[in-house]
């Protein structure tokens, strides 16, 4: 699978596995959704703590980010024709989005991706993912 096959999955995901590091560097890994932008010609990958009932909006994968910003994420497609399967996996830094223009791209890119956050939009703080790398794998070579 090529780079450009490889983001177009990852662009066109529903959903991923993101794994962060938690601060006794265990790994924590759980499904999130998330929107795939490029900026300048690198991807970044933006995610929000959204309304879903949780005991905090600081979730443990964003304390996690804050202590240790490496971040890797994983979109797939099975198949029960095992000749079709493939994997998307992508790694990075993660960070709060600090600044309105960039958390409001942010919010855009997420409301166009899932109609739930055009109708509720998160509220929670946004993360993003600068993309350092990409590989992917698909039993069709």
Do not use: C
Not at 34 to 39: C, G, K, N, S, Y
Not at 114 to 135: H, N, Q
Request: glycine fraction near 6%; aromatic fraction near 8%.
């Amino acid at each position: 699978m090529d780079r450009n096959d490889a983001l177009e999955r990852l662009r066109t995901a529903r959903v991923g596995r993101i794994a962060t590091v938690t601060p006794e560097r265990r790994p924590h890994v759980v499904p999130f959704v998330f929107a795939l932008v490029q900026d300048r010609g690198h991807p970044r990958a933006y995610w929000a703590v959204d309304r879903k009932p949780k005991r905090s909006e600081r979730v443990q994968r964003l304390r996690n980010i804050e202590a240790n910003p490496a971040v890797e994420f994983v979109v797939d497609g099975y198949d029960e024709n095992w000749g079709a399967l493939w994997w998307v996996r992508a790694s990075g830094a993660g960070r709060v989005v600090e600044t309105d223009d960039e958390r409001s791209a942010a919010l855009t890119s997420l409301r166009e991706k899932y109609a739930r956050y055009a109708d509720e939009p998160p509220t929670g703080p946004v993360v993003a993912i600068d993309i350092e790398r990409v590989s992917g794998w698909d039993a069709r070579g």
